[in-house]
């Protein structure tokens, strides 16, 4: 079968490539040896691959360049941030929230905190339901005030425990060397109340001394 | 006892896959680079040693300018030491490092404050008031001395051919012709198909053709 010089010409980049299978070879070379032109063709490439096969592959490196490149790379190195292990830092994103999941609902479930107490305690509105029931406003401050735990009854115990005082009064003690007297104040200033309520250190079960 | 191979396989026949990342961890290019992924900065300098004059001669073809060839070189390997923990020795790092190289060099052609002129290897007249050229490539003489001054000319004239050539039709040429990558590397490197390589390299060979036609 005669081949045409435009496939004849595809063949011979695809020949020097080593891409053409032995037949195709065979009818390429019968081809050639008939067309002066395709046959020019031939000769033409091979030279330009034999040529291309003379191209440096690599390049003489200069001397700072290896310096210039490992600095950029110690600084890459520097900026990068400290990664934790892969296992410890992948635990660690979904571990954690879930750990303070856990840990929230056993202390709610478990810790003897019932679950009205569980919330924040600003959510409570203490202040408001005393009122409704007719306490005085003095009463309410003792009420939301905490007591001595000795002083409770044992199903209040866990309840009412006092946590730490905030920080600023930690860091002044002196604020509560007149804690009693505050308290009192309010209820001097309240006549009505007086009359209802007694003073620090006069009812042993409201006393903190 | 029966051994449980890594998919679960009784008897231990190890998959397929598995094989291939055995087999290539005997490569040292790739021991090297796991060397690297475990934090050992020597293992980062040997591997400079061994890819950065490849991967510097690649990219000054590519780009064209020797000083913008030396910052992408850098970048080149800058890059491959912040993503190495990507690199799987299934693939061959020559691969890997080409494809970087490839990518950062393309998008430097693409920058549109770019001139497309590559200078380098331009054997014109510059114009009045250019700045004055970057250092031509070592004389091909010093690579095969037997050659004559003709030869050396041919090379030269070649390398210019070759810069002219469209980015890609370049990039396919440069890594199958000269650093001898198979298609299918080839393919990887540039992000296309091996007919897709088959086809620029045959465009790239038939454009240095016409272009070399004085001297084939």
């Given amino acids: 079968m005669l081949m045409r010089c435009r496939t004849a010409r595809q063949w011979i980049t695809r020949d020097l490539a080593g891409e053409l299978s032995l037949r ?65 830092g992948r635990w660690l994103l979904i571990g954690a929230p879930a750990l303070a999941a856990t840990a929230a609902l056993a202390l709610a479930l478990y810790g003897g905190v019932p679950p009205e107490t569980a919330q ?19 009463q309410v401050a003792q009420k939301a005030a905490p007591r001595p735990a000795a ?24 604020l509560f060397v007149n804690l ?25 079960d409201q006393s903190n001394g | 006892m029966t051994r449980i191979g890594p998919r679960g396989d009784p008897g231990g026949a190890p998959s397929p896959r598995v094989v291939a990342a055995m087999g290539a961890e005997a490569d040292p290019d790739v021991r090297l680079m796991l060397q690297l992924q475990a934090g050992d900065e020597e293992a980062f300098t040997e591997l400079f040693r061994r890819f950065g004059p490849r991967i510097l001669q690649y990219v000054r073809r590519l780009v064209g300018t020797e000083a913008r060839a030396e910052e992408i070189t850098q970048d080149v390997f800058v890059q491959m030491y912040r993503v190495r923990d990507r690199y799987r020795p299934e693939s061959r790092l020559s691969t890997w490092l080409f494809t970087i190289a490839t990518n950062l060099c393309l998008n430097e052609l693409r920058r549109p404050e770019r001139q497309l002129r590559v ?25 095969d001395p037997e050659r004559g001054a003709a030869g050396r000319e041919m090379v030269r004239a070649l390398e210019a051919a070759v810069a002219e050539l469209p980015p890609k039709q370049r990039a396919a040429l ?9 298609y299918r590397d080839v393919a990887e490197a540039l992000g296309t198909t091996e007919g897709a390589v088959k086809a620029l390299l045959f465009r790239a060979t038939h454009g240095l053709r016409d272009r070399l036609r004085d001297f084939l």
Avoid at chain 1, 49 to 75: H, N, S
Avoid at chain 1, 120 to 137: I, N, R
Avoid at chain 2, 174 to 182: E, K, Q, T
Wanted: hydrophobic share 35%.
């Fill in chain 2, 119 to 143: 200078d380098l290897w331009d054997t014109r007249s510059t114009e009045p008031g250019a700045p004055p050229p970057e250092p031509a490539l070592p004389d091909p003489g010093a690579i």
């Fill in chain 1, 24 to 88: 195709r070879v065979e009818q390429l070379g019968r081809h050639v040896e008939r067309c002066e032109g395709c046959r020019r063709e031939q000769v033409a490439y091979a030279a330009l691959d034999r040529a291309l096969g003379l191209l440096p592959v690599a390049a003489e490196m200069p001397p700072r360049l290896e310096q210039d490149t490992l600095r950029r790379v110690r600084l890459a190195a520097d900026d990068a941030d400290p990664r934790p292990p892969r296992a410890v």
């Fill in chain 1, 151 to 174: 002083q409770q009854p044992a199903s209040r115990k866990r309840r009412d425990v006092p946590g730490d005082p905030p920080a600023e009064l930690a860091a002044r003690p002196d």
């Fill in chain 2, 174 to 182: 440069l890594l199958s012709r000269i650093d001898g990558m198979a």
């Fill in chain 1, 180 to 204: 009693p007297m505050l308290r009192n104040l309010d209820k001097l200033q309240h006549f009505e109340a007086i009359k209802t309520t007694t003073l620090d250190g006069q009812d042993g």
């Fill in chain 1, 120 to 138: 924040p305690p600003a959510a409570k509105p203490v202040g408001v339901a005393a009122a409704k029931q007719g306490a005085a406003p003095a």
